[in-house]
Nanobody
Framework: QVQLVESGGGSVQSGGSLRLSCAAFGYAYTVTTTSMGWFRQAPGKEREGVASIDTYGSTAYADSVKGRFTISKDNAKNTLYLHLNSLKPEDTAMYYC???????????????????WGQGTQVVVSS
């Protein structure tokens, strides 16, 4: 069973930056062989796809974060990253990473494609 552990969340002011990490444990080639995504969930809202990268390296982003967030991965470290720039108060949410063996391209932004989730890391952006 693969375990995903997020870190890097915190409190920042509007316009600030953060880097979220998602380390995979239990299988050394998780980020290499599975599609992975970042999702977020604000209080009272549904969990939404933020960014994803499939096994071909194709990335997809939600319109609300295009040009501000960047997804990347380090295969040697078996770790997925999300670089958050130009943060806005509306980016405040719990951020989750997830792994999927069944999606590609923009379909990887759909949370229903994922069965394996991390516990989340909180991001708070103040104005």
């Amino acid at each position: 069973q693969v375990q995903l552990v997020e870190s890097g969340g915190g409190s920042v002011q509007s316009g600030g930056s953060l880097r979220l990490s998602c380390a995979a444990f239990g299988y050394a080639y998780t980020v290499t062989t599975t599609s992975m995504g970042w999702f977020r969930q604000a209080p009272g809202k549904e969990r939404e796809g933020v960014a994803s990268i499939d096994t071909y390296g194709s990335t997809a982003y939600a319109d609300s974060v295009k040009g501000r967030f960047t997804i990347s991965k380090d295969n040697a470290k078996n770790t997925l990253y999300l670089h958050l720039n130009s943060l806005k108060p509306e980016d405040t949410a719990m951020y989750y990473c997830a792994a999927s063996s069944s999606c590609s391209g923009s379909r990887c932004l759909n949370r229903l494609a994922y069965l394996n989730w991390g516990q989340g890391t909180q991001v708070v952006v103040s104005s």
